[in-house]
């Protein structure tokens, strides 16, 4: 015993100290109480546990152990589901597309990795690339955090353009669609249809809805105005943070 103090020192017992035995299930209660506070209690039992709900009905699962989650986590689990199916082990990050070339979770194309400075013209991957572990589509294929990174330089780089083109100025109101239906217009859902057709399309359809809807479409801008509607509603229930709001500087740049 501490006479300072009144308590007893490391390795005292309890009978040392003068102070009657406590049983030791009473002693084990106290250790877990005290390991769980500290940060290193046992993990709640998997019954106990709610999983993550869906932000939207269809949404693809959560990645695999190990795979850090982004904060848009929902917005790009949709996109991973719409372009490469992204389901089950895997989630798509060994998708190929063999006609576009397109790669990955993402589907990020050629011309895509090269906007991004991730590929040369001809085709090579940089010192970008290489600094995220890449220097293959092979190595792109098998890293995660790397497809992640990819992505997340594509998603800051749409915003970039659709600011530019003043589509994003235009979220949080509406336009009327092809079918004559409500078009809501969020950022979650312009983001996403530049990922789908680009960001000038995107503004070429509201362009057109908002001014001329009457205007006659060949068969190719009909086609590019249905996908980029198709994202607008797909996508216009899911929270999405501009990250040009504080865009981080990517590391590898």
């Not at 406590?22 to 546990?49: I, N, S, T, V, Y």
């Not at 294929?141 to 330089?153: N, V, Y």
Request: aromatic residues 4%; without cysteine; glycine residues 12%.
């Amino acid at each position: 015993m501490d006479p300072a103090t009144g308590i007893a020192r490391p390795g005292t017992s309890a009978k040392a100290a003068g102070k009657p035995q406590r049983p030791a299930k009473a002693d084990g209660f106290k250790q877990a109480m005290a390991r769980a506070m500290d940060g290193a209690g046992p993990p709640a039992p998997a019954a106990q546990l709610r999983p993550r709900p869906a932000s939207l009905a269809g949404a693809a699962p959560a990645a695999p152990a190990g795979r850090p989650r982004p904060a848009d986590a929902a917005f790009r689990d949709r996109i991973a589901l719409l372009e490469s199916n992204a389901r089950g082990p895997g989630q798509g990050l060994a998708a190929r597309n063999p006609g576009s070339g397109a790669l990955g979770r993402y589907q990020l194309t050629p011309q895509a990795l090269q906007d991004l400075g991730w590929q040369d013209a001809g085709g090579a991957w940089t010192r970008v690339a290489a600094g995220h572990g890449v220097r293959s589509a092979a190595d792109f294929l098998a890293a995660p955090a790397a497809q992640e990174a990819a992505m997340a330089a594509y998603l800051r780089r749409a915003e970039q353009q659709l600011g530019r083109n003043g589509s994003l100025a235009r979220s949080g109101g509406a336009v009327s669609g092809l079918d004559g239906q409500a078009v809501p217009l969020t950022e979650a859902g312009l983001v996403a249809a530049a990922h789908r057709r680009g960001a000038a399309s995107v503004a070429r359809y509201l362009q057109h809805r908002s001014t001329t809807p009457e205007a006659p479409l060949s068969p190719a801008q009909r086609s590019s105005f249905a996908a980029v509607e198709r994202r607008l509603r797909d996508f216009a229930a899911l929270p999405y943070a501009l990250a040009t709001r504080a865009a981080p500087r990517d590391p590898a740049g």
